[in-house]
């Protein structure tokens, strides 16, 4: 879920939910059957990232979700062990 309050125009929530279903399409292999739901929690600064397509926000929200995936997908979470995000 890409919040209005964190991405204020359409197109910069679009390619955000692209770049979820490209890397999430990467990880699929190593990830456990279930729905996943990945939610935006924080802002993409507007004065940072002037271009909703511009390769430094691609960048940006892709090694997060690396991240993220990389974490949901590792053993001791599918095992019982720590949950994601604390």
């Not at 929530?13 to 890397?23: D, G």
């Not at 929690?41 to 397509?53: M, V």
């Amino acid at each position: 879920m890409v919040p209005k309050r964190w991405a204020k125009r359409a197109v910069t929530r679009n390619s955000i939910k692209r770049q979820i279903y490209s890397v999430s399409a990467d990880f699929e292999p190593h990830l456990s059957r279930a729905a996943h739901v990945i939610r935006l929690r924080a802002g993409f600064d507007r004065k940072q990232f002037i271009s909703a397509t511009s390769e430094l926000l691609c960048a940006a929200v892709r090694l997060e979700l690396q991240q993220l995936l990389a974490r949901a997908s590792s053993p001791s979470l599918k095992s019982g062990g720590a949950k994601a995000g604390t």
